[in-house]
Structure formats: C-alpha cells, structure tokens
C-alpha cells in the first residue's frame, strides 16, 4: 500500500507534497485577503464583476433557495445571489478565515445578515449533510483545490434532487496565439502589479501559475459528469480567458 503522505501536487508550478498544498493555499488567501477584491480586478482587468453577473444571468437565482458558495472569500456571489432571489439563504465557505472576516466587514454582509452563514471549511470534506443545498457556487476557487473531483463529489453529495452546481473559474483561450499574448501579461504584468497594490509578488504569480496548470473547459466538464451531474453545459466568458460550468443533480 502506497504512503499517501509521499503524493505529490501543483502549488502553481511547482511539486509539493499533497498534504502541504491546503495550508500553502491559505497562506496566499492570508496574505492578499485584505486586497482580494482589488486582487481579482487586477488578474482580470476589472471584468469579474461583469463575469459574475453573467454566471447570475445563467443561474437565475428563484426565492428561497439555499445556496452554498464555497471559496466564497468576501462574499461576492452570495450578495450577488440573495438579491437577484428576493429572499433566501446563504452560506460562504471558505478555508481561510481573514476572507471570511473580510466578507463580513462588508457592508452588504451587514444589510444580509438574517439571511447568511460564514463557515471556515474545506471543499473537499464539506461540514453539511446530504442533500441540503439547491445551489452550489465556487468561483475562482476551485483550481486552488488539491482534488478538484473530490470537490465536485462533495458538491453532489450535499445538492438536493434538482440542485444546480456552477463553477466560474479562469480557462484556457481556445486560439493559441490568444493564449500566448495573454500568458505574457499574466505572467509580466500580474506579478508586478501584486507587488504594487499589496507589495506581495510570490502571491500573485503563484495564482497566475495556477490558472496554467487548471484542465481546459472540456476537460473539466467531463469531471463535472465523473461527479454524477447531468445536462453539463459551458460558457466561455471573454473568448475563455474565465469559463462558467453548469452541471444539475438529477
């Protein structure tokens, strides 16, 4: 029997040790938790609020739904969430406490608060029981994830009959010269501008490295039916610099 602790990973371009990869991660979300949303305008040129809509769109959030956003870090989607639904419930999962705090500092987290859960938790043993969620959100945490499958096995396991998974996330540009042009900002650009706003390069080049080691959009959509979720669609958002995945619990 082989030494599970012997397993390697990614952690961006580099091989870690899979029991590692969880706190490595953290302490990237520790370090730039204070700056996140600044973060996520500089990695994708401001457009993730218009992302996040889109994934809203195609959601089409319905009153009293239960949603767990997991990564959920300062609470963008289920702000989002709660008020395209009129009424209903959110809980934000995250493994890093200081996004959490974040999220809560925010003043939509004040007006919601009847209406929302923080929890610290792991995507990949998640706190709930079976079938307890009609909806299941992560965006841009889920190449973050030492497992990504067991991730979405998780997801499936705690959606009710008739839930709906969605999954927003960085993806791969279909056209390789696309690709290559957007590579060199990421790789240039990012990083330096890490170092700018939060004065933290290793942070930010290891989320870059991260989005190049992610599966493409079918390869992932083929995961997300490994998980048991069925009519799994795509979007490509941006010519596919960020995907949406839409996969239901039948």
Same mark, same amino acid.
């Given at each position: 029997?082989?030494? #599970?602790?012997?397993? @390697?990973?990614?952690?961006?371009?580099?091989?870690?040790? &899979?029991?590692?990869?969880?706190?490595?991660?953290?302490?990237? /979300? #520790? *370090? $730039?938790? *204070?700056? %996140?949303?600044?973060?996520?305008? $500089?990695? *994708?040129?401001?457009?993730?609020? $218009?992302?996040?809509?889109?994934?809203?769109?195609?959601?089409?959030?319905?009153?009293?739904?239960?949603?767990?956003?997991?990564?959920?870090?300062?609470?963008?989607?289920?702000?989002?969430?709660?008020?395209?639904?009129?009424?209903?419930?959110?809980? $934000?999962?995250?493994? @890093?406490?200081?996004?959490?705090? &974040?999220?809560?500092?925010?003043?939509?987290?004040?007006?919601?608060?009847?209406?929302?859960?923080?929890?610290?938790?792991?995507?990949?043993?998640?706190?709930?029981?079976?079938?307890?969620?009609?909806? %299941?959100?992560?965006?841009?945490?889920?190449?973050?994830?030492?497992?990504?499958?067991?991730?979405?096995?998780?997801? %499936?396991?705690?959606?009710?009959?008739?839930?709906?998974?969605?999954?927003? &996330?960085?993806?791969?540009?279909?056209?390789?010269?696309?690709?290559?042009?957007?590579?060199?900002?990421?790789?240039?650009?990012?990083?330096?501008?890490?170092?700018?706003?939060?004065?933290?390069?290793?942070?930010?080049? %290891?989320?870059?490295?991260?989005?190049?080691?992610?599966?493409?959009?079918?390869?992932?959509? *083929?995961?997300?039916?490994?998980?048991? /979720?069925? #009519?799994?669609?795509?979007? #490509?958002?941006?010519?596919?610099?960020?995907?949406?995945?839409?996969?239901?619990?039948?």
């Amino acid at each position: 029997m082989s030494d #599970n602790s012997d397993k @390697t990973t990614h952690f961006g371009f580099e091989t870690v040790r &899979e029991a590692e990869k969880a706190g490595r991660v953290q302490g990237v /979300f #520790n *370090s $730039v938790a *204070s700056k %996140y949303d600044v973060m996520n305008d $500089v990695m *994708s040129m401001g457009i993730h609020r $218009v992302w996040k809509d889109a994934m809203m769109d195609w959601l089409a959030p319905r009153p009293g739904q239960r949603l767990l956003d997991v990564a959920g870090g300062t609470g963008d989607i289920s702000f989002r969430f709660l008020k395209r639904a009129g009424q209903g419930h959110a809980t $934000v999962l995250d493994l @890093t406490e200081p996004m959490l705090i &974040e999220g809560r500092q925010r003043a939509e987290a004040d007006q919601m608060s009847d209406s929302l859960n923080w929890v610290v938790g792991d995507a990949m043993a998640l706190p709930f029981e079976d079938n307890t969620f009609d909806v %299941y959100t992560i965006s841009f945490g889920i190449r973050n994830v030492t497992h990504p499958q067991n991730a979405l096995n998780e997801a %499936y396991r705690v959606l009710k009959p008739g839930g709906r998974l969605m999954v927003l &996330e960085f993806s791969q540009l279909p056209n390789d010269g696309l690709q290559k042009l957007y590579d060199l900002y990421s790789f240039n650009v990012i990083p330096r501008m890490g170092q700018l706003i939060a004065n933290d390069r290793d942070s930010y080049q %290891y989320l870059v490295e991260s989005i190049r080691n992610f599966p493409d959009q079918n390869t992932f959509l *083929s995961m997300i039916r490994t998980a048991g /979720f069925e #009519n799994a669609k795509y979007r #490509n958002l941006s010519m596919g610099i960020a995907a949406l995945h839409s996969g239901w619990k039948i």
